[in-house]
């Protein structure tokens, strides 16, 4: 058997609202600047949910190792 199957799915963690700041899009120098900021935010916010995420063996603490 795999053992990735048998592990349970890990939630994702929910964004703090402290964690965004709200930003007019009337500020913004131009139209692509604000589409670019948002990707960022995206990227980033994906990335900080790939770290956020427990190791394998954080998850698995609870098995048996004999």
């Known amino acids: 058997m795999d053992p990735k199957r048998l592990l349970p799915a890990v939630p994702a963690p929910a964004p703090a609202p ?4 709200l930003c007019p899009l009337c500020l913004a120098p131009s139209p692509g600047y604000a589409l670019w900021q948002q990707a960022l935010y995206q990227w980033a916010f994906a990335q900080a949910q790939a770290v956020a ?3 394998l063996p954080e998850r698995d603490l609870l098995a048996v190792w004999n």
């Open 18 to 21: 402290g964690a965004f700041v």
């Open 53 to 55: 995420r427990p190791s």
